[in-house]
T-cell receptor
Framework: AQSVTQLGSHVSVSEGALVLLRCNYS??????LFWYVQYPNQGLQLLLK??????LVKGINGFEAEFKKSETSFHLTKPSAHMSDAAEYFCAVSDLGYGGSQGNLIFGKGTKLSVKP | DSGVTQTPKHLITATGQRVTLRCSPR?????VYWYQQSLDQGLQFLIQYYNGEERAKGNILERFSAQQFPDLHSELNLSSLELGDSALYFCASSGVGNTEAFFGQGTRLTVV
């Protein structure tokens, strides 16, 4: 069965500092992997996705993630945090990997990012 | 704005009651997904419909049911409601072919 583990339910960084949100996955098939962001009282917005092409994936708002098969990881990074990045971030794996639907997702428990001025 | 519309935004109802949540997918999207987000369970996939037919089922209770209509909008019906059903319910849609899902803003259900 596929699963996603996000390390750290809360991460706090200073404005301008590196953002690193950790995600490890478990999958018996090659995975599709996603990062979504949820701002307060809003829905989920796709930041980026990995679907077996380049292992370094660039997303919106300056975020990127690297797929590392040997470490079963898909960590999200941003070189310089901005106050507007404060939100909850979810890592997800598409059920059944390449054969599965990209909307049929298994989510991690989320990481709340706080950005200090 | 994702283009996915959910109504109502908020719903307060009593235990034992039945409610219907509505979702209009993005124009042209054939797949609709329903998710439940709660503090204890996190985000859980409930069910997927594709062009009117059930495609996949997740952790959906027997008290819950869904359908997708010919105009592609979808409804999630929740019955015999319990306090533990209080949650944020999201609808998402995706297009033809295997593409990413776009989420609506959710319906917050409070059962009292």
């Amino acid at each position: 069965a596929q699963s996603v583990t996000q390390l750290g339910s809360h991460v706090s960084v200073s404005e301008g500092a590196l953002v690193l949100l950790r995600c490890n996955y478990s999958s018996s098939v090659p995975p599709y992997l996603f990062w979504y962001v949820q701002y307060p009282n809003q829905g989920l917005q796709l930041l980026l996705k990995y679907t077996s092409a380049a292992t370094l994936v660039k997303g919106i708002n300056g975020f990127e993630a690297e797929f590392k098969k040997s470490e079963t990881s898909f960590h999200l990074t941003k070189p310089s945090a901005h106050m507007s990045d404060a939100a909850e971030y979810f890592c997800a794996v598409s059920d059944l990997g390449y054969g599965g639907s990209q909307g049929n997702l298994i989510f991690g428990k989320g990481t709340k990012l706080s950005v200090k001025p | 704005d994702s283009g996915v519309t959910q109504t109502p935004k908020h719903l307060i109802t009593a235990t034992g009651q039945r409610v219907t949540l509505r979702c209009s997918p993005r124009s042209g999207d054939l797949s609709v997904y329903w998710y439940q987000q709660s503090l204890d369970q996190g985000l859980q996939f409930l069910i997927q419909y594709y062009n009117g037919e059930e495609r996949a089922k997740g952790n959906i209770l027997e008290r819950f049911s869904a359908q997708q209509f010919p105009d592609l909008h979808s409804e999630l019906n929740l019955s015999s409601l319990e306090l533990g059903d209080s949650a944020l319910y999201f609808c998402a849609s995706s297009g033809v072919g295997n593409t990413e899902a776009f989420f609506g803003q959710g319906t917050r259900l409070t059962v009292v």
